[in-house]
């Protein structure tokens, strides 16, 4: 009958001093197995964000590149704003008991020119505001609609406007010297135009900006004598 095979040697518990071991003597610690839930994971987050910024780089780029061509290419200019004439057939001041009033009607020219020879400007309805005097004697004389409409390249757009101030209250020092004013050619005229306008080139048509144009601080006497300054023109304020 064969002998029964050795049995192997047991793990020794932790803490266990083997008796034959060298004096002084300890192995070295294991290290604990931690399970797979609790392992570090290689971190990824880093070259994730350096091919944003690489990519976001490249399409900044790209954009300024096409910007820069766009404008040599078409060079672009703004459209051109002026009061071409002016007139009030009508100024009449009534004095009251009640307080004195105006009563007038006012026609104005306005000439839009469109300078590109590559870009055409859509205007949605305008809303045209007619006011004549300056400083704390600047009275409203009305408001006008101006339906769209289109400049097309290298053209001129001329928009007919006609407002009224019926029975309007006013002071009568007030009154007088805007009568005077309008009787000697030196009455200041001020307009402001609300517009909104998109840009077409190449086929392309874009959204509609809004826009605020304003001419102010013109007197009758300029617009007579064919001297129209240029109106200055404001975008995304109203």
Known sequence: MSDAPFPSALNKPPGYNDPNSPAGFKPPPRKPVLPPSFRPKKKKGSVCCCCFCISFSILIALIIIFAAVFYFSVNPKLPRFHVRSFQIPRFNVT?????????????????????NGKMTYYYSDTAVDISVGEGEDETEFGTANVPKFTSRKQNTTSLKVETKASNKQVDNTLANRLLS??????????????????????????????????????????????DMPNCLIHTLRW
């Open 95 to 115: 004095e009251t008991p009640d307080g004195t009033y105006l009563d007038a009607t006012t026609l104005t020219v306005m000439e839009v020119r469109n300078p």
């Open 181 to 226: 004013g309008y009787k000697s050619k030196s009455l200041t005229v001020n307009v402001a135009a609300r517009t909104k306008v998109g840009v077409g080139v190449a086929g392309l048509k874009t959204g509609m900006l809004g826009v605020t144009v304003k001419c102010k601080g013109i007197t009758m006497k300029q617009l007579d004598g064919d």
